[in-house]
């Protein structure tokens, strides 16, 4: 059996009040005799059947997708310091989603050996409210026979707002942040200025004498700017006065008579159905012709379905809006 303990993370933050929780080793535990006899008959090939990636969508009720969950588990190495490359599985896990338009999320990734113990497990945990938001990072990892566990909690935001400050001759404008963290024993709180651009031009601890400035003012980065796209005028295409593309449209124009042609020698019908159109047309003088000989050549396409023909005045003519 593993112990547990948690100690103070130096990983903070760069802004709000983050928390370190430290707790005692919890009273040793044991497995029952089932679940030892559970684990012990679980063997390689069952585990290789929990690798797979899968994907799903958060929908409300609604209908609306308002977020993703993820799980990823896949066959890895772990490295370990002082030790060989264990192999191991690698299980990836993220959910992210919007509550009441509230971005919410969770996330572990974890190393879990062959004997499904844990080798080392990150679990990130974020609620982001209007004016104040929490954000939970817990990692373990495990120390020979122990498992080491630090903890950070995150609670809003305190902004120092902004002031002159003078660096070197010049005079500049920094905003601040203020971040502490509070445990068993005196609280420690830091004050930091940055520049507009990022650079870090003062920093202090809460009632400590020694104050970290910057020396000089460091050249500022500035956002590139993107070059403008290029504008391309629209000219207008005289393919007439154009030898190679008035030679491709006769070329094409030929190519589709010659079709036509071949077309009417193998099929003598069509021209007693022309005729039949030609002599239609000249009875109704229809206002609209190309509806008219859709109409009217529509019952002949071959991708058309077959209906009875004494049945066609009753259905309603796909070529026209709510007719008959």
Known sequence: MLDYFIIVSNKMASGGVTKVEISEPPEQLSASAEALEF????????????????SLESISESGAEVGSFTVNVQSTYYEAVGRSDEKCFLV??????????????????????????????NHHEFVKLKGHSLDKKTHMRRRDDQMVISRVITEGQRDLGSRPQLIGKDTAEVYGIERAIHSDDVPITWQC?????????????????????IAQMPILSEPEEE????????KPLNWEEDA?????FLERKEELMSGHETYLRRHPEMKALVGDFLQFLLLRKPDDIVTFAAEFFGPFSSARERSETFRSSTISSPFRNGSK
């Open 244 to 248: 190679q593309l008035y030679s491709e």
């Open 227 to 234: 070059d403008p796209k290029p504008v391309f005028e629209k």
């Open 39 to 54: 684990m012990s008959s679980v063997g390689l090939e069952e585990l290789r059947l929990c690798l797979f990636s899968e």
């Open 193 to 213: 200025y940055f520049l507009p651009d990022g650079h870090l031009t003062s920093r202090v601890q809460v009632g400590s004498p020694v104050t970290m400035r």
């Open 92 to 121: 990836d896990v993220s959910s992210r989603s919007a509550v009441d338009d509230v971005p919410c999320g969770s996330s572990i990734n974890a190393y879990i050996s062959l004997q499904l113990e844990t080798l080392e497990q």
